[in-house]
């Protein structure tokens, strides 16, 4: 890879957009449902408490994936649930994060005064829970490089355990220090409306738990549920005249990660999160740092290493319980950032929070993060 030549491009700052609504489904081991159906009630939901109705949309933009979904070009199903219908509408096959940020560029650049972005998860697969896990690490292999990749069987939780091994014997985490920090993160999110792990759990409980692949148990990984999640995003001027959430965002950054080969994804786990960061907090201008911060950290040992890189050590981090109370797969970008705005309501205006998101088809392999900042308008 070449330097750069000459001095980067000055950073233009981001016109806000604001956040006007945004609403989620239930979130279900499995939903008896298609994907349309999906979209169609989170859309619903999420423009009727922006005070919006459809023919006010000028762009739709949809997280969502043609083999999980069971059905070539299935975004030709969700288009006119997500409002897409004789307007600009298309599909990002990734996490809802970017979705988001394709949503408010357009926004943001004047294209459109009103945008909608929406994920939705709902795998066309029937069964067990272990029957739908083996469906995802089989797309998950399918996704990698198909000659040296696929017959070693790299999946997203084989590169999570190598990581999280490389931790535990380069640092002074254990097994134990990991399932203290899975227990907390479940217990924090217990209770909550959107949490699929209802109960407490102590490190105990963690340990107990199916063995996945050393470090790993089955409490220190997401914990997997179906749904969607739309955010409704508008111009300032159009944001005056809605009814709905007062937030908005004023930065916003994405990165990818680099091949199986290059090796730093284990090393250096948080390289493209910390690349999202910088770009976001750069456009978002100079601020107090974050009150709260919501990041996507498939096990606990990332979870030290995305903090540092997100620069959210002083915030209230995953109030929610982050994704080992909830991982709704490709819609998780947007859940991440819809917990933001719940934990925004009512803060100072200008307070700051953080949404973390990172697309696990290869795991922590070409990652593709996006990271948000929002604040309360």
Not at 343 to 362: M, P, W
């Amino acid at each position: 890879m070449h330097a750069p030549i000459g001095n980067p491009p000055a950073r233009r700052p981001v016109a806000p957009v604001h956040i006007v609504g945004a609403a989620a489904t239930a979130f279900l081991p499995e939903h008896d449902a298609m994907p349309d159906e999906l979209v169609f009630a989170a859309v619903h939901q999420a423009l009727r408490e922006a005070g919006l109705r459809q023919q006010d949309l000028g762009l739709s933009v949809t997280a969502s994936m043609d083999v999980l979904d069971a059905r070539s070009i299935s975004s030709g199903l969700t288009n006119a649930a997500a409002g897409g219908y004789l307007r600009d509408a298309f599909r990002i096959e990734g996490d809802a994060g970017l979705a988001v940020i394709a949503a408010a560029e357009a926004v943001a650049s004047g294209d459109v005064e009103v945008a909608v972005a929406v994920g939705v998860h709902n795998p066309e697969t029937t069964g067990t829970t272990r029957d739908r896990q083996a469906f995802l690490q089989q797309i998950s292999n399918l996704a990698f490089e198909p000659h040296v990749d696929r017959p070693v069987g790299m999946t997203a939780t084989a590169t999570y355990a190598l990581q999280a091994a490389h931790h535990v014997a380069t640092t002074e985490a254990d097994a134990e220090s990991l399932a203290r920090l899975a227990a907390a993160e479940i217990s924090r999110g217990s209770g909550r409306a959107r949490a699929v792990r209802g109960a407490p759990a102590t490190a105990a409980d963690v340990l107990a738990s199916a063995p996945v692949s050393w470090p790993l148990h089955e409490l220190m990984l997401p914990a997997e549920s179906t749904g969607a999640v739309a955010i409704v995003l508008a111009s300032p001027a159009r944001a005056g005249r809605c009814l709905g959430r007062d937030a908005r965002i004023t930065g916003l950054g994405h990165a990818t990660g680099r091949y199986t080969w290059a090796g730093d994804w284990i090393s250096d786990p948080a390289a493209p999160t910390r690349r999202a960061a910088a770009d976001a907090l750069a456009l978002a201008g100079p601020g107090d740092g974050a009150v709260v911060a919501e990041l996507s950290a498939p096990t606990p040992a990332l979870h030290a290493a995305y903090v540092d890189a997100l620069g959210c050590a002083d915030a209230v981090v995953n109030a929610s319980g982050g994704v080992l109370s909830n991982f709704p797969g490709l819609a998780n970008g947007a859940l991440r950032l819809l917990e933001v705005l719940d934990q925004l309501d009512g803060a100072a205006v200008g307070a700051r929070g953080l949404s973390h998101s990172v697309d696990s088809i290869t795991g922590l392999v070409s990652q593709d993060v996006s990271v948000l900042v929002v604040e309360a308008a």
